[in-house]
T-cell receptor, first 114, second 113 residues
C-alpha cells in the first residue's frame, strides 16, 4: 500500500535561513508527488508537483523539491525563509493522474523565528 | 474565478443531530473528495466521487453519507452515528491528466456540543 512519511512534525527556523522539509514515500512504481501548504483555518494550496522528467521541480513562493528515486524521497526546500512561510506543509502521493485519491503525510508545522 | 466553495465556514450542532456540509465547484472537475482533518493526524479520506451518481467510501466513511447528483455539488452529511464529529472538514476536486492535482475549498469547522 502507498504511504507517505513526513519525519518532522514540527520545525523552527530563523527568518532568512534555508529550509528543507523531508518526505519519504512507499510505492513500487513511479509515483506522482505533491507538496501542499496550509495556513491556519484554511484549505490547502498546491506548491508544486512532480509527474516525470526533470527531478528538480520549481514551485510557487520560491519553493523547490527534488525527486530522488533511490531514496524514495521528495524533499521540499527554500533558500531563504520568510515569516509568511509559517504554516503546515503536506506531502502527498498517488500512483496515477487518472484515478485520484491522494495519500497525504501527517504534515510538518513550520515556525519562523524573527 | 473558478474554485471550490464550502459553506458554512463554522457550524455548531447538538449531539445526535445530523448536519450537512456543502461543497460546490465551478472548475468542471469530474472528481470530488471529502477529507477530515484532526490535529496531528493529517488528512483522512471520507468519501470520493469520480463521476456523477457514483461515489466510493474512503478510509473513515462510517457515520458519514454523501450524494453526487450534480457534477458541481458533493454535499457531506455527518450523521448521529459518527462517534466524534468535531473536526475540520475539507472538500477538494480534481481533473485528470497532465493538469492533475487537487483544488481545495477553505474548509468547514464543525463543532458538536
Amino acid at each position: 500500500a502507498q504511504s507517505v512519511t513526513q519525519p518532522d512534525i514540527h520545525i523552527t527556523v530563523s527568518e532568512g535561513a534555508s529550509l528543507e522539509l523531508r518526505c519519504n514515500y512507499s510505492y513500487g512504481a513511479t509515483p506522482y508527488l505533491f507538496w501542499y501548504v496550509q495556513s491556519p483555518g484554511q484549505g490547502l494550496q498546491l506548491l508544486l508537483k512532480y509527474f516525470s522528467g526533470d527531478t528538480l521541480v520549481q514551485g510557487i513562493k520560491g519553493f523547490e523539491a527534488e525527486f530522488k528515486r533511490s531514496q524514495s524521497s521528495f524533499n521540499l526546500r527554500k533558500p531563504s525563509v520568510h515569516w509568511s512561510d509559517a504554516a503546515e506543509y503536506f506531502c502527498a502521493v498517488t500512483h496515477s493522474s487518472n484515478t485520484g485519491k491522494l495519500i497525504f503525510g501527517q504534515g510538518t508545522t513550520l515556525q519562523v523565528k524573527p | 474565478d473558478g474554485g471550490i466553495t464550502q459553506s458554512p465556514k463554522y457550524l455548531f450542532r447538538k449531539e445526535g443531530q445530523n448536519v450537512t456540509l456543502s461543497c460546490e465547484q465551478n472548475l468542471n472537475h469530474d472528481a470530488m473528495y471529502w477529507y477530515r482533518q484532526d490535529p496531528g493526524q493529517g488528512l483522512r479520506l471520507i468519501y470520493y466521487s469520480q463521476i456523477v451518481n457514483d461515489f466510493q467510501k474512503g478510509d473513515i466513511a462510517e457515520g458519514y453519507s454523501v450524494s453526487r447528483e450534480k457534477k458541481e455539488s458533493f454535499p457531506l452529511t455527518v450523521t448521529s452515528a459518527q462517534k466524534n464529529p468535531t473536526a475540520f472538514y475539507l472538500c477538494a476536486s480534481s481533473t485528470t491528466g497532465s493538469n492533475y492535482g487537487y483544488t481545495f475549498g477553505s474548509g468547514t469547522r464543525l463543532t458538536v456540543v
